[in-house]
């Protein structure tokens, strides 16, 4: 069956890096994406993957590696304001998201 | 403000009552989407509608009946729920993921829906 795994919560301290890393098992594979869901809130686009590799915006970063179904997003100089969930989803052969149940992160000064 | 809004934000309904949740986009977009999110599990898809078309129904009771009138809005129609059904719903939309572009969503803010 298809399937997303990714860590439930996540601790991290202002001002530090965390890496969240998400696995995949999909039929066929079209890309992945990254959401940010702060509570209470609609989830917002972080990044899209297709090609292996790190995809780097502003703080934020994405990696990919086909071969392995593996996707890890990377958070630099942590902000208190980065406390949210963030979601990972694989596109699969038939253009359908495949979700993950998100990965909480809470940070602390 | 992500050009996909909702309506109501909040609801709380009998399980004999009538009620529907209102989706409206102004991206422009050719597909629309219901989504069921329950804490701590994955987004699960309930519909799809692609050029006004219904694409996807996944295995979804018929105590939701979804509509969409053209290709802005989208309707989720409640009826005789169960308190299991109680979740956040979620509207968005997207070019077709099957034709150019990648397929990125934008949500609504969600309707939080309690059936008591």
């Known amino acids: 069956g298809q399937n997303i795994d990714q860590p439930t919560e996540m601790t991290a301290t202002e001002g530090a890096i965390v890496q969240i890393n998400c696995t995949y098992q999909t039929s066929g594979f079209n890309g992945l994406f990254w959401y940010q869901q702060h509570a209470g809130e609609a989830p917002t686009f972080l990044s899209y993957n297709v090609l292996d590799g790190l995809e780097e915006k502003g703080r934020f970063s994405s990696f990919l590696s086909r071969s392995k179904g593996y996707s890890y997003l990377l958070l630099k100089e942590l902000q208190m304001k980065d406390s949210a969930s963030y979601l990972c989803?694989?596109?699969?052969?038939?253009?359908?998201?495949?979700w993950g149940a998100g990965t909480k992160l809470i940070i602390k000064p | 403000e992500t050009g996909v809004t909702q309506t109501p934000r909040h609801l709380v309904m009998g399980m004999t009552n009538k009620k529907s949740l209102k989706c409206e986009q102004h991206l422009g977009h050719n597909a629309m989407y219901w989504y069921k999110q329950s804490a701590k599990k994955p987004l699960e898809l309930m519909f799809v509608?692609?050029?006004?078309?219904?694409?996807e129904n996944n295995s979804v009771p018929s105590r939701f009946s979804p509509e969409c009138p053209n290709s802005s809005h989208l309707f989720l129609h409640l009826h005789t729920l169960q308190p299991e059904d109680s979740a956040l719903y979620l509207c968005?939309?997207?070019?077709?993921?099957?034709?150019?572009?990648?397929?990125?969503?934008?949500f609504g803010e969600g309707s939080r829906l309690t059936v008591l």
């Open positions: 989803a694989a596109l699969d052969s038939n253009y359908q998201l495949i």
């Open positions: 509608y692609s050029l006004e078309e219904r694409v």
């Open positions: 968005a939309s997207s070019q077709d993921p099957g034709g150019e572009g990648t397929g990125e969503l934008f």
